[in-house]
């Protein structure tokens, strides 16, 4: 794993491999969205709102699996201080928070016809605003300290910290009562949707993370070469007083 | 899709312009920085000449 670790040898993979996930990112999110709106049946009890849940659960389950990813590379950065490590985690940050405020304002517009109210302090919906929070602090570190080894640090341990939150949003629906529904695809005994509605749904999921991994390719082959960038104006500015 | 429509649609439309907005500004930074990189590579190639 190490030797993909290299910034050279990542560019070098990731140019080779971003066209393909943007196109395959494209193509399934077409498919799985069109397919939400128009092709899946209606449900017989919630009509055509149910059709929120196309973007909504996979928008849920990224908002946490970045954060895990984040919380990972934070600890491999943390372990073994390798920069990309600490650049991936911080290329995925912006991504995460996307997903999460996704995730709140499509649950909100869920909420209104389903429980009659946009928000309500319930384990669930309160645990994924603290996980906004928790990207926003992140993100907020990244931007207040200068020293970028320093920062890295900090970062990883905000990350690490607020893992914690994690199992408390997965499991919320089980620990406490809440008004938000338990799980219906990731549960014991296989998911309770019908396939008509289980499919479209699978590849919004398959769509949003190949959208994740285009992206988070395209943000740290810029911060790699942010580095490059800054090392390359020193060399510069050192040979610029050697010449005068 | 009806009376829902009005609670759907926002989904739809917040998901496909924050994603691609999103996309877009990370794919444009990458583009600029890769060109920012290839210009101080020219001027240090120019430097490395005058030698």
Known sequence: ?????????????????????????????????????????????????????????????????????????????????????????????????????????????????????????????????????????????????EDTAKAARVAAIVALVGAINLPIIKFSVDWWNTLHQPASIMKSGGASIHPEMLWPLLICILAFNLYFVTVILWRIENLIIRRQIRGLQIRLAEEGQNHG | MGEYAIFVWPCYISVVILLAGLGYTSWTAKKKATRKLEDLKHQLDQLDSQD
Request: net charge positive.
């Open chain 1, 1 to 145: 794993m190490h030797k993909f670790a290299n910034p050279a040898r990542f560019l070098r993979i990731s140019k080779i491999i971003t066209p393909w996930c943007f196109i395959l990112t494209v193509v399934s999110m077409a498919v799985g969205l069109y397919w939400g709106l128009f092709i899946a049946p209606e449900d017989y009890q919630m009509g055509s709102a149910y059709r929120i849940i196309f973007v909504h659960v996979p928008a849920s389950y990224m908002s946490m699996f970045v954060y895990g990813f984040m919380a990972v590379a934070s600890a491999v950065g943390i372990i073994w201080k390798h920069p990309l490590a600490d650049q991936s985690a911080r290329a995925a940050a912006p991504i995460g928070a996307i997903f999460t405020a996704l995730a709140l304002f499509t649950g909100s517009l869920w909420g209104k016809p389903m429980w009659g109210t946009y928000w309500i302090w319930d384990a669930r919906l309160t645990s994924e605003l603290v996980l906004l929070f928790l990207y926003f602090g992140y993100l907020g570190v990244w931007e207040a300290i």
